[in-house]
């Protein structure tokens, strides 16, 4: 029987007992008798089907949850309201979140104004990276007329002259020096040109986010402006006019070149308001004496630190042995006069000018009307 086994491997097994040798057609016929006898054993259990069910309703009704918390939250939650501030706060709370607020509405308007100048470069078509510097021949007719134009009413009857005079009689001196003579007055011929002219975003201030425009125009000015003076050293005192040593200046200013940078603000900025290291309060008025922070424009103007300044400077001391050109005393005029100018209008430091309102009113007309008759003031 072993050995039909190995030969014949359609030899099946159907009870226990002895065995019976059947052939492959015989085994086809009563396959569909024994296969759902093993069907039971192949297919999932009701355990794992009632497993799968759960699970896929679970899943389903997480996805319904987490919608309707979406919907309820977020789509048709209100919008909070702002709680009115409470009178008994400290004055030290009251300042921490006026600065809070000050700071959130600086960002708001730098902002604002960011997009404004964007809008305005985009609108003339001027890229700030790529556009090409201007000449400004045509400023430099305007800027000659102008100076022109301020000559000849200072050298009319000397009023240049007259001015610079009572304003040095009118300044308190210390008591050993004497009164001072104007003994030299030239304003020149020439005029400054202006070249390489180029608008760029402000760099100052950034921490605030500035973002204002500016014009970065190059500067040369080469002429003579000279002031020449006369007084007298009182070098005995308390007994004065007992000795005395004269004392002959004559500065001239004959060469001038830089960088100035023009832009023009808003006049209530309160960004020039603030006092630091840096800047002085600057404050404006108008011309009924008003303070500018309600309203309008001002042209704000600085030259940059390598700016470029020459003096040629002659002394003479004495009545007799005169000393001429002494080196110290040159040095003292330039350094004095180096800094004047360095703490009033070189970077970081700043001039504004309040500009006045260009609206047209009617008080500034000027002309004829159309019947021909003249316009005054009163009209």
Request: with cysteine; hydrophobic share 35%; aromatic share 8%.
């Amino acid at each position: 029987m072993t050995k039909e086994r190995a030969v014949n491997p359609f030899i099946v097994q159907t009870q226990p007992g002895p065995q019976t040798l059947i052939s492959l057609e015989e085994f086809l016929k009563i396959l569909p008798i024994l296969a759902p006898q093993q069907a039971p054993q192949a297919s999932p259990s009701g355990s794992s089907s009632w497993s799968f069910t759960q699970g896929l309703l679970i899943g389903q009704v997480s996805v319904l949850v987490v919608i309707a918390i979406f919907v309820k939250f977020f789509v048709f939650a209100e919008h909070p309201k702002h709680q009115p501030v409470s009178t008994k706060v400290s004055i030290a709370g009251k300042s921490s979140k006026t600065g809070k607020y000050n700071t959130q509405a600086n960002k708001t308007r730098d902002l604002d104004q960011i997009i404004s100048t964007s809008t305005i470069l985009e609108k003339t078509y001027y890229d700030v990276k790529t556009h090409t510097s201007e000449t400004l021949d045509w400023f430099n007719v305007l800027i000659a007329q102008t100076i022109s134009q301020f000559r000849s009413e200072a050298l009319l009857r000397d009023n240049l002259y007259h001015s610079l005079d009572d304003y040095l009689s009118n300044t308190e001196l210390p008591d050993y020096l004497d009164k001072i003579k104007i003994t030299d007055i030239e304003i020149g011929d020439d005029f400054p040109i202006f070249s390489n002219c180029r608008i760029r975003h402000s760099d100052h201030n950034d921490a605030l986010g500035s973002g204002r425009l500016e014009a970065k125009i190059d500067l040369d000015l080469s002429d003579t402006l000279t002031l020449g003076i006369e007084t007298k050293l009182l070098i005995n005192k308390p007994k004065l006019m007992t000795a005395s040593l004269p004392i002959s200046l004559k500065v001239s200013i004959v060469r001038f070149s830089g960088c100035l940078t023009v832009s023009l603000i808003n006049a209530s900025d309160e960004l020039f308001d603030t006092d630091d290291k840096a800047e002085t309060t600057i404050p404006l008025r108008d011309e009924d004496g008003s303070s500018a922070k309600s309203g309008g424009t001002a042209l704000l103007f600085s030259f940059s630190p390598d700016y470029r300044l020459e003096f040629q400077i002659s002394s003479l001391i004495g009545s007799r042995s005169k000393l001429q050109d002494v080196p110290k005393i040159s040095w003292l005029i330039e350094s004095t006069l180096r800094n004047w100018v360095m703490e009033r209008c070189v970077e970081p430091r700043y001039q504004l000018i309040k500009l006045p309102s260009m609206w047209p009113r009617r008080k500034n007309t000027r002309g004829t009307t159309l019947s021909g008759d003249k316009t005054t003031s009163d009209d």
